[in-house]
């Protein structure tokens, strides 16, 4: 089976992305890049009785190249990610509450909160455009270009990183800071970061953290 441990990965962690309660049912989705090859969630599949050989290997054309299933009506908007940026090795996106508020109110995620730097800042918010649309695959990607991390108008959240723990971890701490954006504006609204103390997080944010395994290895 090709990408037998990338495919475990997708399920692990798409079924963390459920019980963490970062989405609901089978909405959200994940992916794992190697090289040409990415690995994603299927469509439709309930998370709890997914397989790693139900997870779909495509190229980044998005041809299939192995998998029975169909795979996930996002799967353009993975795709168009790693086109943009070839840093990114895995890309997430979840439904969950407080974020996806965030996105429903068409309004950018604010720095209310250091933990922002995971997205590097104000976490961006494009308009709403239908699911699994090219237009809403080629609009997040080119927000993703300066971010790693975009909200998507109407819709939900999406985060990428280097590897997928990273991409995972980014999209449970921007959930944090939304949720805290929303009950600091119940109270009147926090003061933000301003440009000074974002600069300080982002380099702060840049030997946070272990080495990737590519960085161990020296690929």
């Given at each position: 089976?090709?990408?037998a441990?990338?495919?475990?990965?997708?399920?692990r962690?798409?079924?963390?992305m459920a019980?963490?309660?970062?989405?609901r049912?089978?909405?959200?989705?994940?992916s794992?890049r190697?090289g040409?090859r990415?690995?994603?969630?299927?469509s439709g599949?309930?998370?709890?009785?997914?397989?790693?050989?139900?997870?779909?290997?495509?190229?980044l054309?998005?041809?299939?190249?192995q998998g029975?299933?169909?795979p996930?009506?996002?799967?353009?908007?993975?795709?168009?990610?790693?086109r943009?940026?070839?840093?990114?090795g895995?890309v997430?996106?979840?439904?969950s509450?407080?974020?996806?508020?965030?996105?429903?109110?068409?309004?950018?995620?604010p720095?209310?909160?250091?933990l922002?730097?995971?997205?590097?800042?104000?976490?961006?918010?494009?308009?709403?455009l239908?699911?699994?649309?090219?237009?809403?695959?080629?609009?997040?990607?080119?927000a993703?270009?300066?971010?790693?991390?975009?909200l998507?108008?109407?819709?939900?959240?999406?985060?990428?990183?280097?590897e997928?723990?990273?991409?995972?971890?980014?999209?449970?701490?921007?959930?944090?800071?939304a949720e805290?954006?929303?009950?600091?504006?119940?109270?009147?609204?926090?003061p933000?970061l301003d440009?000074?103390?974002?600069?300080?997080?982002?380099?702060?944010?840049?030997?946070?953290?272990?080495?990737?395994?590519?960085?161990?290895?020296?690929?």
């Amino acid at each position: 089976m090709l990408l037998a441990e990338e495919r475990a990965l997708v399920v692990r962690y798409a079924q963390l992305m459920a019980k963490r309660g970062l989405t609901r049912g089978a909405g959200g989705n994940v992916s794992l890049r190697r090289g040409d090859r990415v690995a994603v969630t299927p469509s439709g599949v309930a998370y709890d009785r997914m397989r790693p050989e139900d997870v779909v290997v495509l190229d980044l054309a998005g041809a299939v190249v192995q998998g029975a299933l169909r795979p996930s009506s996002e799967s353009g908007m993975h795709l168009a990610c790693y086109r943009s940026r070839a840093d990114l090795g895995a890309v997430v996106h979840t439904h969950s509450i407080f974020a996806t508020v965030v996105a429903c109110l068409r309004r950018p995620l604010p720095p209310v909160h250091y933990l922002i730097g995971y997205a590097g800042g104000t976490v961006p918010c494009i308009p709403y455009l239908p699911f699994g649309s090219a237009e809403l695959a080629e609009t997040a990607a080119e927000a993703m270009r300066d971010a790693n991390a975009v909200l998507l108008g109407g819709h939900g959240l999406l985060c990428g990183g280097p590897e997928i723990a990273r991409a995972f971890d980014t999209a449970e701490q921007i959930e944090f800071v939304a949720e805290l954006y929303y009950r600091t504006e119940l109270l009147g609204g926090a003061p933000l970061l301003d440009g000074e103390q974002l600069a300080d997080v982002r380099a702060r944010f840049e030997t946070y953290g272990q080495p990737s395994p590519s960085e161990t290895r020296g690929d």
